[in-house]
């Protein structure tokens, strides 16, 4: 860069924009999670796979695993449950997205701004993001447990039915009654312990990683911030942020999904120390790691997705093409639609009426 050459203006991964065009990212969120879900219960699947844990109970479904490698599993699931089952569970993931999004985003700019606050020079340092980020993170995922439990739950029933174990759950509206009703509202945060660790270190390795990437290649290449910039930036985030939060996903995912007494207390782990011990003791370190290959490219194909459906939507609602957007939105609507979906759609078109003073301000 030759000297006295303006400096680019690189923005922080999942901030850049929101101000500016709040509901677009709301939307776009969704949609990015929609097309994603495949390798999000693939990953979930590889998780549960020769838990050593269930030897305890006599379970013999850690011997009679059928599913070996990240595209055997999907394959497995096509062949002996149906395509669309790879879907199943994507409903609460939704909703998982939409209050792990917003608390979020709320918790981050509210740190941003009254909390840490910008330097004299108007500059907002790295470590303030990281740190702002991590807290927004863990804000975010303690609020969406309840969804992101019912989630981890609907992804395993499949797996149970052909191991001719009887369903728990009828659907999501059953799905969140029983559980409450078996382990009350604490039932509910079954898992948040890890599930908020993993968050934080999924945002420090995502936020940091992408920056810092983003900045060397706009700084030190010929690159510009552009498309390209953005999905090699994704591409070494997602693969820090999956190393830092795999083995957290793998211990949620666990507790999240053992079986429980009739109060509600799990038969398999006390704690997630506990369940971390156990597992490195008879499945070996790497069990921390399974499923990390699916959860890394659902991370970088999300982002991919993500910034696709952003600039659509920020295009059509610049334009006030709202209709038109609206459709684009409906593809991330959960299926079987219901009471929780319009109650989102309600929620969504709320906020686009709330910041439509930004779009003309443009």
């Known amino acids: 860069m030759a000297p006295g050459e303006q400096v680019p203006s690189v923005g922080l991964r999942g901030y850049r924009g929101r101000a500016r065009y709040p509901a677009a990212p709301a939307w776009a969120s969704p949609a990015s999670r929609r097309a994603t879900?495949?390798?999000?219960?693939?990953?979930?699947?590889?998780?549960?796979?020769?838990?050593?844990?269930?030897?305890?109970?006599g379970d013999s479904a850690r011997e009679s695993a059928p599913y070996r490698g990240m595209v055997r599993t999907a394959l497995g699931i096509v062949q002996e449950e149906g395509f669309l089952k790879l879907w199943q569970g994507v409903t609460p993931a939704i909703y998982r997205h939409v209050v792990y999004?917003?608390?979020?985003?709320?918790?981050?700019e509210h740190l941003r701004e009254v909390?840490?606050?910008?330097?004299?020079?108007?500059h907002y340092p790295l470590w303030k993001s990281v740190i702002g980020g991590m807290m927004a993170g863990v804000v975010g995922q303690f609020l969406a447990n309840p969804t992101d439990l019912v989630k981890v739950?609907?992804?395993?029933?499949?797996?149970?039915?052909?191991?001719?174990?009887?369903?728990?759950?009828?659907?999501?509206?059953?799905?969140?009654?029983?559980?409450?009703?078996e382990g009350g509202i604490r039932g509910l945060w079954a898992g948040w312990v890890p599930n908020i660790q993993r968050a934080?270190?999924?945002?420090?390795?995502?936020?940091?990683?992408?920056?810092?990437?983003?900045?060397?290649?706009?700084?030190?290449?010929?690159l510009e911030d552009n498309i390209t910039t953005h999905g090699l930036s994704s591409l070494c985030s997602g693969l820090v942020a999956s190393i830092l939060g795999t083995p957290a996903d793998v211990i949620k995912s666990r507790i999240m999904n053992q079986p429980r007494d009739k109060q509600g207390r799990g038969l398999l782990y006390k704690s997630s120390t506990d369940c971390l011990i156990q597992a490195v003791q008879g499945e070996g370190f790497m069990s921390l790691y399974k499923g990390f290959l699916p959860s890394w490219l659902r991370m970088v194909t999300s982002g991919f997705s993500f910034v696709f459906v952003f600039f659509v939507l920020k295009l059509l609602l610049i334009c006030k093409y709202f209709p038109l957007s609206l459709l684009v939105f409906s593809m991330a609507l959960p299926p079987n639609h219901n009471?929780?979906?319009?109650?989102?759609?309600?929620?969504?078109?709320?906020?686009?009426?709330?910041?439509e003073s930004c779009y003309l301000s443009w």
């Not at 879900?37 to 109970?57: H, I, N, S, V, Y």
């Not at 999004?101 to 981050?108: A, E, K, P, W």
């Not at 909390?115 to 108007?122: A, H, L, P, Y």
């Open 37 to 57: 879900f495949p390798l999000d219960l693939t990953k979930t699947r590889l998780q549960m796979q020769g838990e050593a844990a269930l030897a305890r109970l």
């Open 153 to 181: 739950q609907m992804q395993m029933e499949g797996k149970r039915k052909l191991e001719g174990k009887p369903l728990r759950f009828r659907g999501v509206h059953h799905a969140f009654a029983k559980i409450l009703s």
């Open 115 to 122: 909390v840490f606050g910008k330097s004299e020079d108007k």
């Open 339 to 355: 009471s929780f979906s319009f109650l989102y759609l309600f929620f969504l078109f709320s906020f686009y009426l709330s910041s």
């Open 200 to 222: 934080a270190l999924v945002n420090m390795g995502d936020l940091t990683t992408y920056d810092t990437v983003k900045h060397y290649l706009v700084l030190n290449t010929p």
């Open 101 to 108: 999004s917003g608390g979020r985003m709320v918790t981050y």
